[in-house]
């Protein structure tokens, strides 16, 4: 017979229960968007992304050598349109300085119109930068959106495959894309291609806008015409991040998105400094070119802020 129990009322069933389970333990899936954040994401990528990206490791959070041989399995992939094929796609080497270990070229690829487009009339130029944390992309990241913009505006589009960290740390990276540039301006390359020199145009997403950006001061800085820039989502302030690539107090306290932000998808601060650490790698001078995009700027940016 059970004991007495003084909580229960007198005459109240107290006889031992078999019907209790455990409750429900539920935890989110990793990476999945925190609950206080999702009231600010577009309900069409909230649903996309609890389908194809919540529960999978990101590209930070693998080794890079497995990525680099498993590029599929942990690529965030979006919905992209196959844009109609162009005239012509070329692959052609692009001298750049040489490394360490003896690459001196590297692959940019072009992407051209019909001859009919343009009438015989020199073609403008856009020259593209990939994002990818300066660690991950390639020549296939823009490749619907190059063909695009071919076959909407008529250009010649140029994609520069630059080489990426940590194998190739700053400020590598940044001078192949201004080394690319100059190399498409040339005059062998204008007459080549059959270019109008004053219709060129930079541009690229996170990264890859960054790269642009530097690109334009080094126009602006050495006399080389640049008609506009499309800056996606650019990281235009790197000078909060330490040599490890951790973000420092300073830089915590730079923008209030860092901590409004923090643990937010797909480019939480985590994903941000392991970009930073790989690229950065050491010690750099502040306020320089090609490390941050407090050098002076010529025209306002609109940016998400990192």
């Known amino acids: ?27 989110p899936l990793i990476n999945s968007i925190p609950p206080d954040l999702l009231p600010r994401f577009d309900p069409v990528y909230a649903k996309y992304h609890a389908h194809y990206s919540a529960g999978r490791l990101a590209t930070h959070q693998i080794p890079i050598k497995e990525f680099r041989a498993n590029p599929r399995k942990y690529n ?9 094929d162009v005239h012509s796609i070329t692959d052609v080497q692009c001298p750049v300085a040489q490394s360490s270990d003896g690459k001196n070229s590297i692959t940019v690829r072009i992407f051209e119109p ?54 190739y740390q700053w400020p590598i990276p ?29 541009g690229g997403i996170s990264a890859g806008g960054m790269l642009a950006a530097v690109v334009s001061h080094v126009c ?24 490890d690539g951790k973000l420092t107090e300073e ?12 643990f937010t998808v797909p480019l939480p601060v985590a994903r941000m400094e392991y970009f930073a650490a790989q690229f950065l790698g050491e ?12 050098y002076p700027l010529m025209i306002h940016i609109l940016t998400s802020e990192w």
């Open 1 to 27: 017979m059970p004991y007495p129990n003084v909580f229960h009322l007198p005459g109240e069933d107290i006889s031992p229960c078999t019907d209790i389970k455990p409750a429900a333990i539920s935890q």
């Open 76 to 84: 965030i992939v979006y919905g992209r349109a196959i844009a109609p």
């Open 114 to 167: 019909a001859p009919t487009i343009n009438e015989g009339k020199p073609r403008p130029a856009y020259i593209n930068f990939h994002g990818g944390g300066w660690v991950f992309g390639g020549l296939e990241t823009d490749m619907e959106f190059c063909k695009r913009l071919v076959g909407e505006l008529g250009c010649v589009v140029f994609d520069v495959d630059y080489r990426l960290a940590p194998e």
């Open 174 to 202: 940044v001078d192949d894309c201004i080394e690319a540039f100059k190399w498409i301006e040339s005059d062998e390359m204008v007459q080549k291609r059959n270019l109008d020199r004053q219709r060129f145009a930079v």
């Open 220 to 243: 602006r800085d050495e006399g080389m015409p640049l008609s506009f820039q499309l800056l996606g989502v650019p990281v235009v302030d790197l000078d909060g991040y330490g040599a």
């Open 251 to 262: 830089g915590w306290n730079r923008y209030p998105s860092y901590r409004e932000m923090e």
């Open 283 to 294: 010690e750099r001078d502040r306020n320089t070119y090609n490390a941050s995009l407090r």
